[in-house]
């Protein structure tokens, strides 16, 4: 099947943190939310499909394969924690960066659904980490992947500007992706189609 597709993946980095065993698939066109208390393993989780760690045990496959660090961004697109933006890059230089090919329209009104198109000539050390963070989901979102990973993609934002950001996720669900969101926001978990709860417990 496309999408994700995990069989008893376990990557623990503790006796008490990491994620334990858990089966479960995000399909294509779905929007899931993985939730879980801190040290359940939900940034793992994503790392994993990332292909930026390797399991402990079980089996991973994205579209068929086993994921890897140099996947293109056209496969997976990863918003992490940490952002990860090119600081030595405007905002639109970020954001084009991972697909130099899409449109200037089609960017610009990515950017303004994102309320980024006033900041788009500015350097990230310039912006908000509110903004920095819209600019790391519209970049991943700008490369059209077939995958998106997600974390915590609201937590920097006020209601209006969270609202907008889940609706560019769902948008990038109802286009065919398939959406991994680990979050603690109850409106992004409204906006989901499935809920993943991973275990806390030591087993």
Known sequence: MSGIVAVELTKMWSAQAGLRPITFTV???????VRGRSGSGKSTLLALVAGLCVPDAGSLSVDGVVP???????????????????????VRENISDAAPLVSDAHLHEMMERLDLHEFA????DEISMGQQQRAAVARACNASPRVLLVDEPTSF???HHATAVIAELARLAREGAAVLVATHDDAVVRAADRILELADDVR
């Open 157 to 159: 934002q006020d209601g």
């Open 68 to 90: 890897s660090f140099d996947m293109p961004w056209t496969d997976v697109a990863f918003v992490p924690q940490a952002l990860a933006l090119a600081v030595e890059l405007s």
């Open 27 to 33: 399909e294509s066109g779905e929007l899931v939310v």
């Open 121 to 124: 000539g500015r350097c990230i």
